[in-house]
């Protein structure tokens, strides 16, 4: 059964720590995506990777890190320099940049 | 740098009434892409728009794409209680700048 998944889907962490929430997909898809969403708003993106080994900042990148060692995985880090980390953490998946975009379930990171 | 605005951001309709929600860009699109989030869920490609002037329909859904393909609009005939969620349209720009930009989205709550 293909398709994107993260895990945890819930997460708490103390302010100061870092985190890393993955995302594996076996779509064979080449690029991947992470986006950040907060109550009523839309999905604004932190990083994006179209390939393996070489990824790109979004809009919003200051406190998070990634890495693409892997096709299939594309983890992110959110760092304690993030100043305000709670949100909602969407993967995506796309087989190029204008195709459609394959989302996980997300993750939703609480820091308290 | 690409910005997608979409209105309005909520709508509250009787169930059987109209819905229609609208997207607009600051800059030309290569194409536009539709997605749906229910509650507590991920985002969920509905449909993708390339053409100028294109329309296409699912079911009770009409979407369409701009003459100047800057704005996009989706239309729901004979609203039910399964369209609950919120719609995101979201722009890819073209060559060399080919992130995809997301909406707000419009929040759409059916009244029974």
């Known amino acids: 059964d293909g398709g994107i998944t993260q895990s945890p889907k819930y997460l708490f962490r103390k302010e100061g720590q870092n985190v890393t929430l993955s995302c594996e997909q076996n779509?064979?898809?080449?690029?991947m995506y992470w986006y950040r969403q907060d109550p009523g708003q839309g999905l604004r993106l932190i990083y994006y990777?179209?390939?393996?080994?070489?990824?790109q900042k979004g809009d919003i990148a200051e406190g998070y890190s990634v890495s693409r060692e892997k096709k299939e995985s594309f983890p992110l880090t959110v760092t304690s320099a993030q100043k305000n980390p709670t949100a909602f953490y969407l993967c995506?998946?796309?087989?190029?940049?204008?195709?459609?975009?394959?989302f996980g379930p997300g993750t939703r990171l609480t820091v308290l | 740098g690409q910005q997608v605005m979409q209105i309005p951001q909520y709508q509250h309709v009787q169930e059987g009434e109209d819905f229609t929600t609208y997207c607009n860009s600051s800059?030309?699109?290569?194409?536009i892409q539709w997605y749906k989030q229910r509650p507590g869920g991920h985002p969920v490609f509905l449909i993708q728009?390339?053409?100028?002037?294109e329309v296409k329909k699912q079911k009770r859904l009409t979407f369409q794409f701009g003459e100047a393909k800057k704005n996009s609009s989706l239309h729901i005939t004979a609203t039910q209680t399964t369209d609950v969620g919120t719609y995101f349209c979201?722009?890819?720009?073209?060559?060399?700048?080919?992130?995809?930009?997301f909406g707000t989205g419009t929040r759409l709550t059916i009244i029974p």
């Open positions: 995506a998946s796309t087989r190029g940049p204008y195709n459609e975009q394959f």
């Open positions: 779509l064979n898809h080449d690029a």
């Open positions: 990777s179209q390939i393996v080994n070489d990824f």
């Open positions: 800059t030309t699109l290569s194409n």
């Open positions: 728009l390339v053409k100028s002037g």
């Open positions: 979201a722009g890819c720009g073209n060559f060399g700048n080919e992130k995809l930009t």
